[in-house]
């Protein structure tokens, strides 16, 4: 009888392995959901920036050739509890076009992030 009762359960090694074993997989989850986590944060700011940087082109290319100012311009935008700073610059580059540049960039965690766009407006 002695026999039979020590064959049936679990030893307490095989619970404590099972155990150890579990903790393993759980805390691999946590780590995988977590910096999935903190890089769909990132993804949604740099679409923010990308939006805003060219949101301000096409007001430029609405505005025409002559309102670009030769001048480098900034601002500071808050959106969404990140402030983004965009910058614009132009640069004439022969005849009747701009070169015009447009920089959003921003800090998040202690990383810098920035997203620039170029393009080229003719005088109409």
Known sequence: MNRKNRRRGFTLVEVMVAIVIFAIVMIGGFVFFFYGR????NANHQRMALELTKEKIELWKESGYT????????????????QFNRSTASVDIGGTYRELTVTTNWQERGNAYDVQLTTIIAED
Do not use: F
């Not at 903190?38 to 944060?41: A, E, F, G, T, Y």
């Not at 311009?73 to 990140?82: D, F």
């Open 38 to 41: 903190v890089h769909i944060v």
């Open 67 to 82: 309102s670009i100012p030769d001048a480098q311009n900034e601002a500071t935008i808050s959106l969404g509890g990140i």
